[in-house]
């Protein structure tokens, strides 16, 4: 598969949509970095489905090596429905 995507000619474009692919992953990674819980619009979503407008926050436990004990409280938006 690597070596029928890695031909030349396999498919016409092919190069371009993976490029293409590649820098709307770059785009999407960045914008959930620099504002977490929020959809491609920018509105707020829920922490935990990612779908649902947040009515609530609730705390979860998040693994930490530098916390006291192992683990740093986080708080989530939350929708109520999931
Ligand atoms: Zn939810």
């Known amino acids: 598969m690597r ?3 890695r ?3 396999t498919e016409p474009g092919l190069r ?3 490029r ?3 820098w709307a992953r770059k785009v999407r990674d960045a914008r959930r970095a620099a504002a977490p819980y929020t959809n491609a619009l920018g509105r707020p979503v ?3 489905c990612g779908r649902g407008r ?3 926050l609730v705390e979860r436990l998040r693994v930490s090596h ?3 004990g192992g683990f740093a409280r986080v708080l989530l938006p939350y929708c109520g429905c999931c």
């Open 3 to 5: 070596r029928w995507r």
């Open 20 to 22: 293409a692919w590649h």
């Open 54 to 56: 947040p009515v609530a």
């Open 66 to 68: 530098t916390a006291p």
């Open 16 to 18: 371009e949509k993976q």
């Open 7 to 9: 031909a030349a000619g």
């Open 46 to 48: 829920c922490g935990l």
